[in-house]
């Protein structure tokens, strides 16, 4: 599991999901990778896609969404290029509306919703 | 419908008992001449097991267990833990998880490490909802499943909004206006 005690999460609703993670012994590992999705002519990485989470047990990578539709837009730009550049890597997209019911199915303020 | 925040029926009570008895029937041919364990998490699974159990005609045993809850910044830290412990013996049993829904799979996940520990011949997961949209633990033996249901806030037929509506004898939908109005309880 991470060391939450050394890691500045992006936002709160990743410490959320971090503590959630914690609570059912589930391994994890914040941005461990970046994946370049565009190069320039000279071969420059000139756009990635760092998911929020590794989990190694289940080889899945976590990226927790905004509510904003235009954040969101381009998330799932990147989401489809990463599928597309690497069909073996899972990803799983949470949007805001699904972090914010999960947060009201643990009776959990919803402000921590990305 | 009498709760005002209930936006739609998703499962009426007829369509939940036709699944049940379907999946009882599939139970019942795949576990014949077996001794069946059926073991449970309160609280919401309580009504899909009585009403699935009592469908089924094979010899079964039934037992429960029960887990905290993560409580966020608001309670104990720490992980979860059994807080009642099944009383059967899963040495060698045949032993299928009755679940009302798995959702992200990860209090799944928990109690199947836990039970696989006590060394059953075979370990399962019946579920009367499946909800894959946030799905974590994709690697959960789901053997049987009621109904896919899409990623909405379901309550009703033992599922819950803060410990209401499980007596509900369908499964509905708490709307998105609700719970974006809706204070988080202190």
Same mark, same amino acid.
């Given at each position: 599991?991470?060391?939450?005690?050394?890691?500045?999460?992006?936002?709160?609703?990743e410490?959320?999901l971090?503590?959630?993670?914690?609570?059912?012994?589930?391994? *994890?590992?914040?941005e461990?990778?970046?994946?370049?999705?565009? *190069?320039?002519?000279?071969?420059?990485?000139?756009?990635?896609f760092s998911p929020d989470f590794y989990?190694?047990?289940?080889?899945l990578y976590i990226e927790l969404t905004?509510?904003?539709?235009?954040?969101?837009?381009?998330k799932n730009?990147k989401l489809?290029?990463l599928?597309?550049?690497?069909?073996?890597?899972?990803v799983k997209m949470f949007y805001?509306?699904?972090?914010?019911?999960?947060?009201?199915?643990?009776?959990?303020?919803?402000?921590?919703?990305p | 419908?009498?709760?005002?925040?209930?936006?739609?029926?998703?499962?009426?009570?007829?369509?939940?008992?036709?699944?049940?008895?379907?999946?009882?029937?599939?139970?019942?041919?795949?576990?014949?001449?077996?001794?069946?364990?059926?073991?449970?998490?309160?609280?919401?699974?309580?009504?899909?097991?009585?009403?699935?159990?009592?469908?089924?005609?094979?010899?079964?045993?039934?037992?429960?267990?029960?887990?905290?809850?993560?409580?966020?910044?608001?309670?104990?830290?720490?992980?979860?833990?059994?807080?009642?412990?099944?009383?059967?013996?899963?040495?060698?049993?045949?032993?299928?998880?009755?679940?009302?829904?798995?959702?992200?799979?990860?209090?799944?996940?928990?109690?199947?490490?836990?039970?696989?520990?006590?060394?059953?011949?075979?370990?399962?997961?019946?579920?009367?909802?499946?909800?894959?949209?946030?799905?974590?633990?994709?690697?959960?033996?789901?053997?049987?499943?009621?109904?896919?249901?899409?990623?909405?806030?379901?309550?009703?037929?033992?599922?819950?909004?803060?410990?209401?509506?499980?007596?509900?004898?369908?499964?509905?939908?708490?709307?998105?206006?609700?719970?974006?109005?809706?204070?988080?309880?202190?």
């Amino acid at each position: 599991m991470g060391d939450r005690a050394i890691l500045r999460f992006a936002h709160e609703s990743e410490e959320e999901l971090a503590r959630i993670l914690d609570f059912y012994g589930i391994r *994890w590992e914040y941005e461990p990778r970046s994946f370049p999705l565009d *190069w320039d002519e000279q071969g420059r990485v000139v756009e990635s896609f760092s998911p929020d989470f590794y989990l190694p047990d289940f080889d899945l990578y976590i990226e927790l969404t905004t509510l904003k539709q235009s954040l969101v837009t381009r998330k799932n730009r990147k989401l489809r290029r990463l599928r597309d550049l690497y069909p073996n890597v899972r990803v799983k997209m949470f949007y805001g509306r699904d972090f914010r019911n999960l947060l009201v199915k643990y009776d959990l303020h919803p402000s921590a919703a990305p | 419908m009498a709760t005002p925040e209930i936006s739609q029926v998703l499962l009426t009570e007829e369509q939940i008992r036709v699944r049940v008895r379907d999946l009882a029937a599939e139970i019942d041919r795949d576990y014949a001449g077996r001794a069946l364990l059926m073991v449970t998490v309160l609280k919401g699974a309580l009504y899909f097991l009585a009403d699935l159990t009592r469908a089924m005609e094979i010899p079964l045993a039934i037992d429960f267990m029960a887990i905290s809850s993560y409580r966020g910044g608001k309670g104990p830290s720490g992980a979860v833990r059994l807080i009642k412990d099944l009383d059967e013996d899963l040495t060698g049993r045949h032993v299928l998880l009755v679940e009302d829904i798995i959702d992200t799979g990860l209090t799944a996940s928990y109690i199947l490490r836990a039970l696989q520990a006590r060394d059953p011949a075979d370990l399962a997961i019946c579920t009367l909802l499946d909800k894959t949209a946030r799905r974590i633990a994709h690697t959960l033996p789901i053997r049987y499943r009621g109904f896919e249901v899409p990623d909405l806030f379901l309550v009703g037929y033992g599922l819950d909004y803060r410990q209401f509506h499980r007596n509900l004898p369908y499964v509905g939908v708490i709307g998105d206006d609700f719970l974006r109005r809706e204070p988080a309880s202190s």
